[in-house]
């Protein structure tokens, strides 16, 4: 029973065009007829609720006055107008459709009156909801802080109890079965074959009771086009006797009902045959919970089967760090401020650390061609797209190489069209547009895939000429600090063999040289990572590129062999083997300098499970020796950290960084380097790391060799007291 007589808050429900704010405004005529107070919110982006009560009158709709003057501004009595017997009349309104958010708008809406102690100063509150679109949004008004009581207005029509059905389920995951706040069904009659015994069965199965039968009668029309309600007609019409028991029925303690609603089985079952069992589906949080779990690992033995990849962030995220290397692109994220933002110091932040801290440039990530459209609160509730094309259009009269558009999740789920710009494209000017909406396409992952894809469907060119004695470079990691001193080595390398870099395909290029990627006609990927194995797979499918068999090489014996199989390729082996004499006393030179300095010292290495042996050759050939090589092998697959069978008895599998440790301070190495990592003990060993990314060519390790040396070299204990002054100045 309802407690609170003197103020109560109804909510009419049910499938769009069944009737409801034709009853919504009868039932308020009704009240008023009573002389009881009476609001109604109309909360149908239609704003027609209160027309018949307003005399015919349009009112003004509160999300137009909150668009037009803004919420600083805007006052109630911008929206709240005084219609038939003085019922107030209010109209939640929305956008146009087929844009924006309707959902948002009501709960915008709803926040306004919020503001102001209106409801509390009428007996009764009327809500005429768009019911069969039970959004989180649409479904404010059913909250309990709102709605006191439910109607559920309906036909015998399949769908109109099908929405009636959803709207019980709507209540009963807002109030779950603690608490009964459904007063029962309306019914609206249409004069269908079994109508009644449709209903009827329907409301026995949901243990609710028909309040009210609304026959199908001239008279509404006849209200309608006199622009008011059935209850303001002369005579004594026998639809009138409806709302006024209705009207009767809430004036009274009305009793409540939990919401009941069926399986979509029983419920075809039980509208549309003669039978009036119940079976009532309730969901098992335990068991889907248990299901999702399974769908992310499978256990068999010690090993476990990943199904599903981790999440790294949002796809948005992914594409745009992707875009941002096509350095005349101008990338524009679709969305607020604060998602761009968010991206933005992911892409930067690794170029402003290593310029503070290595003097290393980052260009895409120190400054990347990245914007925003900024979307407010009005594009989230009335759609984005002008907003968007006022920005795409700004952009093209810079004249970049493309623009790329990335949807975040507020333009995604309000659904902007973004295909519809790429409509926008110029000759000159491509305009891309990659619908990631947020997270909703997928992880980071899945974004930089949709944006490699989409991007090189876009912008290379099938008929692009050869152009001989050229190479492309594919998928190089986009954050390495030393990707540009990287390719630099490369190009030298590929330089003195007569071979020119074509495009650097989502390293660092433009539009231009990704247009023309099918002019080099050999591939060369930058690491056998799996998103770069991935890349390739997608090139060589969908373009027919050819790639050499090896990536980018790492040390003295994987570039050797490399610069061969390009002399194989392009008819220059000579060439290839002059190069790698010349490179090769280099090296030399290069080790046999280190060696005066580290010969005979101890190596401790700890590898994860992958080829090390340019690390290794180097080790020996400057005249080290290895205490322990330990690979950590968390996978359990075949070790493949060493091609030299030989030294396959100089390895140890490991199982923790633990019993590495102890391994450790038993050995008393000279250098401890490893692939992660690792507590710092005495001062007089050296520590390194294994650079995720080596530096690439025959002199990969002499590198890692010369910083041991001048690690050696370092008073360790100095340097710390020397980092004092800087670190209590900027941290402290």
Known sequence: MSENIQHLELAVYGKGGIGKSTISANLTAALAQRGLRVLQIGCDPKHDSTRALMGGERIPTVLDVLRDRGKENAVIEDVLRSGYLGCGCIEAGGPQPGVGCAGRGIISAFEFLGRYSLRESYDRVIYDVLGDVVCGGFAVSVRREYADAVFLVTSGEYMALYAANNILRGIRNFDSDRYARVAGIIYNERKLEDEDGRVKRFADAVGLPVLAKVPKSEAFALAEEKNV??????GDLPEKKVFEYLAELVSSPLKLHKANPLSDEDHERIVLGNETSLSVSVPAPEAAETQDAAQETSVSGSTQKVTRRPLYGCAFNGAATTAVHLTDAVVIAHGPKACAFYTWQNISSPGRRNIFNRG?????SISPNFESTDISHNEAVFGGMELLRRSVRDALDRKPGA?????TCVSGIIGDDLSSIEEMSTDEVPV????TDGDLAGDYMEGLRMAQETILQRLVDRQAPEVPMSVNIIGETAIASNADSNFA???RLLGMMGIR????CFGSCTASELRGLLSAPVNILAANTSDALELKEYLEKNFGCRFLDAPLPIGLEATS?????????????????EIIQQERRMYDEAVG???????????FLTAINARTDWLMDTVLDAGMEFCHIGVLNYMRSPLIVTEHPDRLSMITEITSTAQTEELRRELRPDIVISAYTVPKGDDDVVYDVIPMLPDLGMLSAVMILQRWISLMDTNRKGSWENDRELFEKYYS
């Open 489 to 491: 080595v490369m190009e």
């Open 593 to 603: 300098r280190a060696a005066s300095r580290l010969r005979g010292k101890r190596v």
């Open 501 to 504: 870099v074509n495009c650097r």
């Open 360 to 364: 290393v440039l980052m260009p895409s």
């Open 229 to 234: 309600t059935l209850m303001q007609l002369e």
């Open 403 to 407: 623009v790329i558009v990335i949807s």
């Open 432 to 435: 891309i547009a990659l619908a």
């Open 561 to 577: 062999e490399w610069l061969l199989s390009l002399g194989d390729i392009f008819g220059c082996r000579e060439k290839a083997r």
